[in-house]
């Protein structure tokens, strides 16, 4: 069954756009425009009845000669930008994720850090050094004490202590990784890898790679990895094969999934999940019990991220 939700938001980085979709029919309702290139990436916190939308930049990873400098507040309610976060001196805004503490922590690619910004105020209050040149993608233990870092090109990731504001230091992966996801208890680390379509299960508290485990059924690298709310699933999007694998985290069975052309970021809904396909402007909607493909629907010119609230 699919779960009850308010309103449906999409980040359409090809068309740099924000729309908002409705729930049940997915036809597009408002279209939000006007935004520098270009927005990247969602946080999506309806309690606060917020989303958190940034500028990355015209560029690519590790190719942004323009990078953005801001991180949109979106008003669900009223479908407008509330606020604009100027993240200056930092540059290149790319993954966004609500702390424990009750701060937003965003990673600042060109810059090589994670800014912590009050949601009170709509202001940076610190940054923390991520010990790379590169930070891309981050994600926060569940009891907010650690945050990990992809630095794509270094093969490492980075262990940040959230509460002194401090980095501990770097895990080394055996290839490139394009992608990171932390399991609910924080004890395992999925770093996704850049050149072969492979999984390195890092061990937290051993804090050293323990397993790498193939996708089976993705011939190229993967890009995205999420846990379901539950930690019963990892997802993972293959925008180098348009497939999304679900994998069972008790037996890691695995279901490799055809979705459409270069797929990325994710979001559950019940027992659905929904992936966003840049390439064609379409998204996607998974039955998780049934691992099928059961319906797609045209959203903007290219969605990179979707979510609910």
Known sequence: MAAETKGMIAVDKIGAKIL???????????????????????LVMPEAGVAYVPIFGDG???????????????????RMVAADIDLSPFSAPHTVRRGADGLVYITCENSA????????????????????TNAHRLCISGDGKRLYTDNEEDATVSVIDVR??????????????????????GGTVVAVGDVDPV???????????????????????????????????????SL??????????????????????QPMDMAFRGDELF????????I??????????????????????????
């Open 240 to 261: 180098n094969s348009d497939m999304v694998s679900i994998i069972d985290t008790r037996t890691w069975k695995q279901d490799a999934i055809k979705v459409g052309s």
């Open 275 to 282: 992936v966003a396909c840049q390439g064609d402007g379409s």
């Open 60 to 78: 690519i990873h590790g190719r942004n000669p323009n990078p953005g400098r801001t991180l949109h507040v979106i008003d669900l309610d009223k």
């Open 113 to 132: 850090v994670v800014a912590a910004i009050d949601p009170k105020i709509n202001q940076v209050v610190f940054a923390i050094d991520s010990g790379s």
């Open 20 to 42: 908002f979709i409705n729930p049940k029919t997915y036809e597009t309702e408002t279209v939000l425009d006007g935004f520098q290139r270009t927005v990247h990436e969602l």
């Open 284 to 309: 996607h909607v998974i039955d998780i019990p049934g691992r099928r493909n059961k319906q797609s629907f045209k959203a903007g010119t290219g969605c990179e991220s979707v979510g609910f609230f």
């Open 199 to 237: 999984l390195f299960m890092i061990d937290t508290a051993k804090g050293e790679v323990v397993r790498t485990l193939p996708l089976e059924g993705v011939p190229k690298p993967a890009q995205i990895a999420r846990y379901s709310p539950d930690g019963a699933l990892l997802c993972v999007s």
């Open 164 to 185: 002194n504001r401090k980095l501990l230091g770097k895990i080394k992966t055996p290839q490139a990784i394009a992608g990171i996801a932390v399991s609910a208890d």
